[in-house]
């Protein structure tokens, strides 16, 4: 494959060019590296002052964790869950309300004990406490 005046010319170009290049990057490394001498001779280019530091590295990594104890959640009365205070993942603390059922039915049970207690209380009725 023959190449003309022009290819060879541009070729002979970017080979020069790649070839100053590194030079001017082997002459900076040289220079860099031997800035104390430069220093006894007051011709400093560059001078870095290297302190000691902790580095914190912090990375995140998305993921899904398996707790190791279970806990089984029970009622002592049957109803309905209204609300609910925790998303999957949440962290949770002791005491923290994470459900709230519904009492209505509850509510209406002892209004009408209540009642009842009130009606046998005007007939004179003795109540005692046991156990």
Do not use: C, H, W
């Not at 060019?17 to 430069?38: R, T």
């Not at 870095?48 to 902790?54: A, F, I, L, P, R």
């Not at 707790?67 to 002791?94: H, M, P, W």
């Amino acid at each position: 494959m023959k190449l003309t005046m022009d290819k060879r010319f541009y070729r002979l170009v970017g080979i020069l060019a790649v070839l100053g290049v590194s030079g001017a990057l082997v002459f900076n490394m040289d220079s860099l590296f031997s800035a104390e001498a430069d220093v006894s001779k007051g011709q400093v280019t560059a001078l870095y002052t290297v302190e000691q530091q902790v580095i914190e590295d912090k990375t995140d990594y998305p993921g899904t964790l398996t707790s190791l104890r279970q806990v089984t959640l029970a009622s002592k009365i049957s109803s309905n869950v209204t609300q609910r205070n925790f998303d999957e993942g949440d962290f949770l603390k002791e005491g923290e309300v994470i459900l709230v059922l519904d009492a209505s039915n509850l509510e209406a049970r002892l209004e009408t004990l209540q009642k009842k207690r009130s009606t046998l209380e005007g007939q004179g009725a003795i109540f005692e406490r046991t156990g």
